[in-house]
């Protein structure tokens, strides 16, 4: 059993259900220029987000 010296990991977001976007729009979660820029100062909303395990 060789031991792997990097892996490469990606994944994908598909969401079907349309009113999920606008629950996290109205509540506030999403951007407004639609791009994710968690790191501005001040920190503006980011993208839709994604929990991946």
């Given at each position: ?37 968690p790191f501005d100062r001040p920190p503006e909303p980011t993208a839709e987000p994604?929990?991946?395990?």
């Open positions: 059993d060789p031991a792997v010296p990097f892996a490469v990991v990606g994944g994908v977001n598909l969401t079907l259900l349309p009113h999920t976007t606008d629950y996290l729009a109205e509540a506030g979660f999403l951007s407004p220029e639609g791009r994710c820029a994604v929990i991946s395990a």
